[in-house]
């Protein structure tokens, strides 16, 4: 989908003070469309096999189902659906295991208004979107690991320059449109060097990539 085109939410919290907030919130932007609400990870499972959503914004403590449970499930059911995390939740482990999942984006809610709204659109242009505390906590993550990311087989992997620029470009939360626009290059360039620097790193994410480049000083 572009920016241009309405997008289309579905938002999951259990506290109906909190959903009912966030619906206030979100409406008044006229890009948005709140489609759906659910108070757990059932009924948001239920509505994205009934009906078509951009983007799903979750919660992480729901009854029923959490949020890391249903953001895995909706990756393997609907991969087109993106995730966005809006808890109070901040560990580093939890951090951890919604990127292995492959979330495109994780704010805690004591996020702006502005901010949340920036987030919904970087990642309904097919970007990504981590408030400073969480990049904070992926940083730090990073940092404590000091072996080179391998493959499976074992082997070290090396990115050409031009995979190093544009991976730079990802980390600052540019999207592949801007990038290609940036380096005068093709949307389909920039996915091919994306795609390539996935397939060598054994990365599923844009926090693996991050993470290698850091572990071998690629990125500063």
């Known amino acids: 989908m572009t920016i241009e085109s309405t997008i289309k939410l579905l938002i999951a919290d259990d506290h109906k003070v909190v959903l009912d907030g966030l619906v206030a919130l979100l409406q008044e932007e006229p890009a948005f469309s709140i489609v759906a609400t ?43 659906v993106k995730v966005i995390i809006l808890t109070t939740y901040g560990e580093r482990e939890i951090i951890n295991r919604l990127l292995q999942i492959g979330v495109d984006g994780y704010l805690l809610k004591n996020s702006t208004r502005q901010e949340l709204v920036s987030a919904i659109k970087k990642v309904a242009g097919n970007g990504y979107y981590f408030s400073d505390e ?17 493959k499976e087989g074992g082997d070290k992997v090396t990115l050409t320059q031009r995979e190093i620029e544009i991976l730079e470009l990802l980390s600052r939360e540019l999207t592949n449109e801007e990038i290609a626009v940036r380096l005068n290059i093709s949307y389909r360039t920039v996915e ?19 993470r290698y480049a850091y572990t071998k000083g690629l990125l500063k």
């Open 134 to 150: 969480v990049q904070a906590s992926i940083l730090n993550d990073y940092a404590l690991t000091d072996r080179p990311i391998k």
């Open 192 to 210: 091919t060097h994306r795609k390539n620097m996935m397939h060598k790193t054994g990365a599923s994410n844009l926090a693996g990539l991050v």
């Open 38 to 80: 659910a108070y757990n990870g059932r009924q948001v499972l239920d509505l994205i096999r009934r009906d078509s959503y951009d983007i799903c914004l979750l919660d992480i403590n729901m009854p029923e189902l959490d949020g890391i449970e249903t953001a895995r499930l909706i990756r393997e059911e609907r991969p087109e």
